[in-house]
């Protein structure tokens, strides 16, 4: 039998320059494959992932006090540390900042990167892998782990900014999908006229 297969290392996060591209869409839209096609076929890296945050607690409370944050000067100082060393995002935690981040780096890239399958695919696949964070179960888990602890935090901030946002109960509903999908391009159009 083989031996499991070993993450790959991740690259540091000692990139010296700004963001240069920022994929827009949500969660469980090739966000990995887009990190690996950023880091290792077109140079941009490191990508600021998921698979960054959550292991490190310093980091989830960032995410977590950043959609806390009201005040846009105080939100992007945060966000400013939070991405400090990367160039690009993909997945969580850019996908909660878009707005922020389009102003924060008006030269960088953005992408849109959708579902094959559209709302409802796009929705089957949140409520199997991401919508169970939401459940007691892991909540009682959470208070043994302090990166799971901040990640349940970070979850129900996401779940107020959808609900305030788009006006959704959830935010793996198929609805949030299209409201933000429609959003960002309504926010990278105006971005580009100022």
Not at 15 to 42: M, N, W, Y
Not at 63 to 89: C, M, N, Q, S, W
Not at 107 to 113: F, G
Not at 148 to 162: C, G, L, S
């Amino acid at each position: 039998m083989a031996p499991p297969h070993a993450p790959k290392a991740q690259i540091p996060a000692t990139f010296q320059g700004p963001l240069q591209v920022i994929a827009a869409g949500l969660p469980r839209c090739a966000t990995s494959t887009l990190k690996e096609v950023f880091e290792d076929h077109l140079a941009i890296g490191p990508c600021m992932h998921m698979n960054r945050c959550l292991p490190h607690p310093a980091t989830m409370k960032l995410v977590h006090d950043a959609l806390r944050e009201p005040d846009t000067a105080k939100r992007r100082a945060i966000l400013y540390k939070l991405f400090d060393g990367y160039a690009a995002t993909a997945d969580f935690p850019g996908h909660l900042f878009i707005e922020d981040l389009i102003d924060m780096y008006p030269k960088a890239k953005v992408v849109l990167n959708v579902r094959k399958g559209g709302a409802a695919d796009w929705e089957a696949s949140m409520k199997t892998t991401i919508a169970p964070f939401m459940s007691w179960q892991y909540r009682v888990a959470c208070w043994w782990s302090v990166p799971d602890w901040w990640h349940y935090q970070t979850e129900m901030a996401w779940v107020d900014d959808v609900k305030k946002r788009f006006g959704v109960d959830h935010f793996w509903d198929a609805a949030a999908y299209d409201a933000h999908n429609e959003w960002v391009k309504r926010e990278r159009a105006d971005s580009a006229v100022a």
